[in-house]
C-alpha cells in the first residue's frame, strides 16, 4: 500500500468514526465533565471537597459497603453459572449452539425494568413462589425486601454480560492445544487448569468487569426487590439528584463511584496486556 493510498484510507477511517465521535463527547464527555464539576464544586461555583468527602457519613459508608459486598457477590454468581454453561455451549453442534445462545440474548431485548418487575411478581408474599407453596400446604418464604432478592435480580439482568466474553473467548481457543495437552498425559482436570483456564481469563476479566460495575452502581434493582428498605450507594446518589434536589453531593458521590469504575478497568486493561 502506497503512502497516498494509505493517507486515503485513514481519511475514510477518520470520516466514519466521526459520528462516533461527536457521540461521544455529547453523551460522555460532557456529562463526565458535569458531574466532575458538580462533585468539587458548592453552590457558588468555588472549589470544595466538601461533596467527595461525604462519603464517609456512615450511613452513606453503609451503603457503599453493602453495594460493594452484593455485587462481588453477584459477580461471583454470574462467573460461577456463566463458566460451566459456556463450557457446554461450545462443545455443542452449531445449530444447538446458536439456538441456545439466542435464547440467552432474547431477554435482554424486554425492557430492565419490566424483567426487574417480573421477579418483584415471582418474590413478593403473594408471587406466584408463595401461592404454589401455599396451595402445596407449605410455609411461605420471605423473599422481597432482602438481600438475596437483590442478588438475584442483579444476576438475572446482568448474567449476559458475563456469558457473551466468556463464550467468546473459549471458543476461539484452538482445539489442538486441547489436545495437545492430553496427548501428553493431562486429565481433564489438569487440562482445564493449566490450559482451558488461563486462554479464558481475558473473558473472564472483561466478564466480571461488565457485570461488577453495573451492579455496583445499579439502583432499579435496590429499588424494586428491595422495597426502598435496603439503601445501596446508587440509590443514596439517586435521592441526592431527584429527593434532595442536591446535584452537588449526588456528582460528589458519583466521583466516588467512578474510582472504582476506573481501577476496575485498570485491572482489565493489565490483566489483557498480560495475556496478550
Given at each position: 500500500m502506497n503512502k497516498k493510498t494509505k493517507t486515503r484510507t485513514n481519511t475514510i477511517a477518520g470520516f466514519l468514526g466521526l459520528p462516533y465521535e461527536v457521540y461521544a463527547v455529547i453523551f460522555i464527555v460532557i456529562p463526565l465533565i458535569m458531574v466532575v464539576w458538580y462533585g468539587f464544586t458548592d453552590a457558588s461555583g468555588h472549589f470544595t471537597l466538601s461533596n467527595v468527602a461525604s462519603i464517609a457519613q456512615p450511613s452513606n459508608i453503609k451503603a457503599l459497603w453493602l453495594s460493594v459486598l452484593l455485587s462481588v457477590g453477584a459477580t461471583a454468581v454470574c462467573l460461577l453459572l456463566s463458566y460451566p454453561l459456556c463450557m457446554f455451549l461450545v462443545e455443542t453442534e452449531k445449530h444447538a449452539n446458536s439456538f441456545l445462545t439466542m435464547m440467552l440474548i432474547v431477554p435482554m431485548w424486554m425492557n430492565f425494568m419490566l424483567r426487574t418487575y417480573a421477579w418483584q411478581s415471582i418474590l413478593e408474599k403473594t408471587g406466584i413462589i408463595n401461592t404454589a407453596l401455599t396451595a402445596l400446604r407449605l410455609p411461605t418464604l420471605r423473599m422481597i425486601n432482602t438481600p438475596g432478592a437483590i442478588i438475584l435480580g442483579m444476576v438475572y439482568n446482568f448474567l449476559p454480560f458475563m456469558?457473551?466474553?466468556?463464550?467468546?473467548?473459549?471458543?476461539?481457543?484452538?482445539?489442538?492445544?486441547?489436545?495437545?495437552?492430553?496427548?501428553?498425559?493431562?486429565?481433564?482436570?489438569?487440562?482445564?487448569?493449566?490450559?482451558?483456564?488461563?486462554?479464558?481469563?481475558?473473558?473472564?476479566?472483561?466478564?466480571?468487569?461488565?457485570?461488577?460495575?453495573?451492579?455496583?452502581?445499579?439502583?432499579?434493582?435496590?429499588?424494586?426487590?428491595?422495597?426502598?428498605?435496603?439503601?445501596?450507594?446508587?440509590?443514596?446518589?439517586?435521592?441526592?439528584?431527584t429527593l434532595a434536589y442536591d446535584w452537588h453531593v449526588g456528582s460528589g458521590l458519583s466521583c466516588v463511584l467512578l474510582i472504582f469504575i476506573v481501577i476496575s478497568i485498570v485491572i482489565s486493561t493489565i490483566t489483557d496486556k498480560e495475556d496478550a
Open positions: 456469558i457473551l466474553p466468556i463464550y467468546n473467548s473459549l471458543e476461539k481457543i484452538d482445539k489442538n492445544v486441547i489436545n495437545a495437552a492430553r496427548d501428553l498425559g493431562a486429565d481433564a482436570r489438569q487440562t482445564f487448569i493449566r490450559v482451558i483456564f488461563p486462554l479464558s481469563m481475558p473473558g473472564v476479566v472483561s466478564g466480571i468487569t461488565m457485570v461488577f460495575i453495573p451492579a455496583l452502581t445499579t439502583f432499579v434493582v435496590s429499588s424494586l426487590l428491595g422495597g426502598g428498605k435496603i439503601l445501596l450507594i446508587g440509590n443514596v446518589i439517586e435521592q441526592e439528584f
